[in-house]
């Protein structure tokens, strides 16, 4: 008999098989939750195909190739000679590499037990499968905030919500589908790896699990450039629990172990460098660090002296401390020794910073700040579960619950400023819900009592009533559950499943049409153009080009030039003749433009190219402004009425040049900027300096070749004039007679 | 085969085209008097270069000449005489003629030029002096005594030449012309219709016309204008002007090319690095009229080694001599920049072919195990010290406070 039913109306069960039972339950509750993880991620391989997505993960994708190519040594010191020509980039030292060494890793491992893997499937599904991880990780995070909480009786309830809500949380699939191989694929697992480790090691004052934090901080720096939320958050949890009067050895010996390791680990990154200790993001943990040996001391001499000297003593002590600290790091950035604050660092601060001051950084979509209702998009129901959270850690005031807090501040606060950190802003969404629903149905499901007095025949009201009303709370609440899994596909399934190379529409019947002009473009430069040749293209397309065409480029994604994008930019916007100069002095071989005007693709670049004005307009201010772009009501304008800079400019030309043809003599309508161009002018757009070498199916893509110069030394430009003019023979032979108005020969 | 031997050797010793085929079509007037009183030593002249002239006789009647079959050049070269004929090519032909490497040689004088051989010559830069206007000058009549010619490559003579009927041509500011021979500073044209000489009815006056001018294309194709045919003709046949010029314009002078582009690292690796040294070595011929043959003596040609702008710009020095070309090269430094660095020859000189040749190499920063290590570098000495320091002082600290301790203390604990 394994269970009976006790004297006083329990049940009871024998305990190792409740463990078992438990086990298997808990078990069988990862195994769903990694499956409906990995599952809702891998919508955009089965419609689509096992392609990488949209722009980075390109880059990733043929860093990875290369590392698995070559050897690691070759891939730590990579000089890449087919981007940012003629500069190059000196790769290996200018990326984080733990995404690429990760798939490598996984790629070596299933060579060896005899699963020859393509490269390529591991990298696309390298990011559903770390989202189960990021599950496990979640659980383990919420378990042990919550392992403190006395209110609290299901512990892994609580764990288990949160586990369940990270697993398919849309804020964390638009980062991690299948295919969108991106350093937070893997880094938001590292990251709450790293969360759970640290109120792992705080909770027990353990060396090891400080250790083990720093090690996984190390991991989480090789992977991530936000890495630096972490450097920041732990400083400012320990910096909270030292004003809160909580400073004990836990903490020292916790803090003072990841600190030290951590920082000399990040440092072997060569990317990171020098900068754990000369840039200004990560001063703070400097500072905390400083802080508790001073508060250490402070301590033990509150031990020994008496109670009047030690006052005396603090107050001497502390203005010397402020003086020197806050004096010392003013002058170490005003002479330069630590890095300024960076422009994304304001950014953060000031959303108009960028705009106003660097463009470049305010043209990335991702860094514009957020629209209220995608909090809702991404997180649904959590969004108002997440405030009663942090109101549960509140109350408690434990250690780990004042690092929820602190991460929950910081990490609501950055989420409204960017899109994108709406990523670090989930985790911490999950747990506050987790505790949440764990604490609700704790109480909600817990019918123990009315059960029982039922059982007992007790003739109650009371118990009936609130059995009812249990009931109905729990239904809402499962009921929001069903709703928020069915957003979560819908929302996984139509916003972020599209790998944004390939794009999919609707026939007027209703059937797919799948719009593939990019890879047909990037598969004809590849099969028709020198292997050495050099494509010139907005930097959006970089990374795109260097790994679906293999061809040079000028700029990419990693935007770590300015002027040379500014350079491209405005070879962009000037017109054809300057353009030339640009264009010969680079050695451009092709240029390549996105033109969505006849299908109605609105990601095109003369949308972009106001972008293009202002970041080179940041260096050329005398010869590109970006007034002139626009009309003089304002209005921007691609048709007739465009201004003469636009009509001019080579990115206009590029797009536009031969758009009539496409319309049989009608007057041609760029469906993007619903302007419609008269025939007869869109017959005069000209292009003298380059020619058409290929145009895709949906005229998405469009690549021009730049002609080489005249054999003669003539002008190309003076060239398609006199070819247009189509002079009769009389006029020819006036012409051949009259005495010509030349320079003065030198 | 002896006696084919000696068939060949007498053409092996006349100077020939450096190119394979040199057929050479001749356009001449039939209105004109017979080509064969007027230019025989001309035909002869090139018969003897080996330069297979075809005479193409055009007159009012006459079909547009068939430069171009199935879309392939027929001919190599191109020689229009003086002409009146209207029509016999058009402008586009020409172009593309050139374009596709053909040379023509233009001979013109005041009777006038077809009109689409003007335009072409037009585009190029060359303006000569439509019908009707004269060259005058009262000074050396129609003799240049010292003629005054600016480009010694193309030319070598200096001696009187005839110049009988001719026009003169005005010429834009195009690089690629080669003016050979300057009009006389006391010469002008006139338009005799417009009566008196003013700004309007004269097309040059003094040293602003040209008479003789080459132009080459950056494919090396050259084109050859004259205004007058008096040299040419049988009466008053200028041998050492004719031959210049129909060498040089028909490939067989003035004809340089690089036969060899090497660059090598001196440390011996593949590729490069910073602060390298490299060694740069063109090897350049030049067709002596039978064979190539090293192109010695050249004080600057240079090179260029070019990251967006050029960070350095050597003279090549002449090294050795191999096989029939001569070895220019130098050795130097690569700066300490990482990057796509092009190595770039490119030498235009008036009256050579153009050379331009450019290698582009990536140079790579130093890789992870490249630096000094930290005891290598003197100024480290300090921190290693510093740092040896504080690690021996915190074990000897250690091992004091451990074996040191109040001993009376631990035995009050214990009791």
């Known amino acids: 008999m394994v269970s009976l039913i006790d004297n006083e109306g329990y049940l009871r069960v024998d305990p190792t098989l409740l463990k078992l039972v438990k086990l298997l339950l808990l078990t069988l509750i990862f195994v769903s939750v990694s499956f409906a993880a990995v599952s809702s991620r891998l919508f955009s391989v089965i419609r689509f195909e096992s392609i990488i997505h949209e722009f980075d993960p390109w880059f990733n994708f043929r860093a990875t190739k290369h590392l698995v190519n070559t050897s690691f040594y070759e891939f730590l010191n990579w000089f890449d000679d087919k981007t940012w020509y003629p500069l190059g980039r000196v790769t290996g030292g200018t990326l984080y590499p733990g995404l690429m060494v990760t798939s ?36 383990l995070l919420t378990l042990e905030v919550t392992s403190t909480t006395p209110t609290l009786k299901h512990k892994k309830t609580a764990a288990l919500f949160s586990a369940f809500l990270m697993g398919i949380t849309p804020g964390y699939i638009s980062r991690s589908v299948a295919g969108s191989y991106d ?16 109120v792992k090691s705080v909770n027990t004052g353990s060396i090891f699990y400080g250790a083990l934090t720093a090690m996984f901080y190390f991991y989480m720096v090789s992977a991530w450039g936000g890495y630096v939320f972490i450097t920041n958050i732990i400083p400012l949890h320990v910096f909270i629990l030292l004003l809160m009067g909580r400073f004990d050895y836990k903490i020292y010996t916790s803090y003072c172990t990841w600190y030290a390791l951590g920082t000399l680990m990040s440092m072997q990154i060569p990317f990171v460098g020098f900068l754990p200790i000369r840039s200004n993001d990560h001063m703070a943990a400097f500072g905390v660090f400083g802080l508790l040996q001073l508060v250490l001391l402070v301590s033990y001499l509150k031990d020994t002296l008496s109670p009047t000297k030690f006052v005396r003593l603090m107050f001497a002590f502390s203005a010397v401390v402020a003086t020197v600290g806050i004096s010392g790091l003013v002058l170490a950035t005003k002479m330069g020794w630590i890095a300024p604050w960076t422009g994304r660092f304001y950014s953060l601060w000031d959303t108009n910073y960028a705009k106003v001051h660097i463009p470049i950084i305010a043209s990335v979509s991702e860094h514009q700040p957020t629209p209220w209702s995608s909090f809702f998009f991404d997180l649904n129901f959590m969004i108002w579960l997440f405030p009663v959270g942090v109101y549960f850690c509140f109350q408690e005031l434990s250690n780990p619950a004042v690092f929820v807090i602190v991460y929950s501040v910081l990490g609501s606060y950055f989420a409204g ?7 670090t802003l989930a985790p911490i969404v999950c747990v506050c819900a987790g505790i949440t629903l764990g604490r609700l149905f704790n109480i909600y499901l817990d019918v123990k009592d009315e059960l029982s007095s039922w059982w007992n025949n007790k003739e109650s009201q009371d118990s009936l009533f609130t059995l009812l009303s249990k009931m109905v709370v729990s239904a809402t609440f499962v009921f929001y559950l069903v709703f928020y899994v069915q957003h979560c596909t819908w929302v996984t399934s139509n916003a972020y499943s599209s790998p944004s190379v390939v794009l999919a529409s609707r026939n007027p019947d209703g059937s797919q ?15 028709n153009t020198p292997e050495d040749a050099k494509v010139m293209a907005w930097w959006d397309y970089g990374y795109q080009i260097g790994g679906m065409a293999d061809r040079t480029t000028f700029v990419d994604n990693n935007t770590w030039n300015n002027t040379h994008i500014a350079t491209v930019g405005r070879a962009m916007a000037t017109s054809e003749d300057k353009a030339e100069v640009i264009m010969r002095q680079l050695d451009v071989d092709y240029v390549l433009v996105i033109f969505g005007g006849l299908i109605g693709y609105s990601g ?3 949308n972009k190219f106001l972008w293009m004005v202002r970041i080179s307009e940041g260096i050329w201010p005398e010869e590109i402004s970006e007034r002139n772009y626009f009309t003089d009501r304002g209005a921007y304008r691609v048709d007739d009425l465009a201004t003469d800079a636009m009509k001019n400019s080579l990115m206009y030309k590029l797009s536009f040049y031969r758009f009539g043809d496409a319309y049989n003599g009608l007057d041609p309508v760029d469906r993007v900027r619903q302007q419609k161009l008269s025939s007869s002018y869109a017959k005069s757009i000209t292009l003298d300096v380059m020619e058409e070498a290929f145009t895709s199916e949906n005229w998405i ?5 730049l002609k080489n110069r005249d054999n003669f030394g003539r002008d190309l430009i003076d060239i398609g004039k006199k070819d247009r003019k189509q002079q009769s023979k009389r006029t020819k032979r006036m012409l051949s007679r009259k005495k010509p108005t030349l320079d003065l020969r030198v | 085969m002896i006696f084919l031997l000696f068939l060949l050797t007498p053409l092996a010793w006349a100077l020939s085209s450096a190119l394979a085929d040199s057929r050479t079509l001749v356009v001449y007037d039939t209105r004109l008097p017979e080509f064969e009183w007027q230019y025989s030593k001309l035909f002869q002249t090139l018969r003897d270069r080996d330069l297979q002239p075809e005479l193409a006789l055009v007159g009012p009647e006459s079909e547009p000449l068939e430069l171009y079959r199935n879309g392939y050049r027929r001919y190599q070269n191109l020689l229009i005489l003086p002409t009146t004929a209207r029509d016999i090519v058009d402008t586009d032909t020409l172009l593309k003629f050139t374009q596709d490497g053909g040379d023509v040689f233009v001979v013109s004088d005041n009777t006038g030029l077809q009109t689409d051989v003007v335009l072409f010559l037009n585009e190029l830069g060359i303006y000569p002096s439509p019908k009707g206007y004269k060259y005058i000058d009262y000074h050396n009549g129609d003799t240049l005594e010292a003629p005054d010619v600016l480009n010694k490559v193309v030319l070598h003579t200096e001696k009187p030449i005839a110049y009988k009927d001719g026009s003169v ?16 500073r006391t010469s002008y044209t006139f338009n005799v219709d417009e009566g008196r000489v003013n700004a309007d009815s004269t097309w040059h006056s003094g040293s602003q016309g040209y008479l003789f001018v080459g132009l080459q294309g950056l494919n090396n194709a050259r084109v050859f204008w004259t205004g007058s045919a008096a040299s040419f003709k049988d009466e008053s046949f200028n041998e050492e002007l004719v031959t210049d010029l129909i060498n040089w314009t028909f490939q067989i002078s003035g004809l340089i090319k690089a036969t060899s582009v090497t660059h090598y690292n001196e440390n011996g690796d593949s590729g490069y690095k910073i602060k390298d040294t490299t060694t740069f070595e063109i090897g350049v011929s030049q067709w002596d009229g039978e064979k190539w043959a090293p192109f010695t003596d050249c004080q600057d040609l240079q090179l260029e080694f070019v990251m967006l702008d050029p960070y350095y710009r050597l003279t090549l020095a002449p090294k050795r001599v191999e096989n029939s070309s001569q070895i220019y090269g130098t050795t130097f430094q690569i700066p300490d920049q990482h990057g796509m660095f092009t190595y770039k020859v490119l030498y235009q000189r008036e009256g050579y072919s153009f050379i331009d040749e450019s290698v582009t190499v990536p140079v790579r920063h130093l890789a992870n195990d490249e630096y000094p290590r930290s005891w290598e570098i003197t100024n480290s000495w300090v921190y290693l010290s510093s740092a040896l320091a504080v690690m021996v002082g915190w074990f000897v600290f250690l091992v004091v406070f451990v074996y040191s301790g109040n001993k009376k203390l631990g035995k009050e604990k214990t009791n």
């Open chain 1, 513 to 527: 049409l799948l719009i593939d002009d990019y890879r047909e473009a990037y598969y004809w430069l590849r099969m």
């Open chain 1, 604 to 606: 095109d670049d003369i």
């Open chain 2, 169 to 184: 041509a005005l010429l834009s500011n195009n690089e690629f012309l080669v003016p050979v021979v300057r009009a006389p």
């Open chain 1, 417 to 423: 400023v960017m899109v994108r950190l709406m990523l």
């Open chain 1, 701 to 705: 893509v469009r690549i021009y070749k």
């Open chain 1, 183 to 198: 350093n937070e694929a893997i880094a938001i697992t590292l990251l709450l790896v790293t969360f759970f480790l640290w």
């Open chain 1, 104 to 139: 490598s890793v996984i790629y070596h491992i299933l060579k060896f037990v005899g699963l020859p893997v393509d490269i390529r499937n591991i990298c696309v599904l390298l990011a559903p499968a770390f989202s189960s991880i990021t599950s496990v990780a979640m659980y």
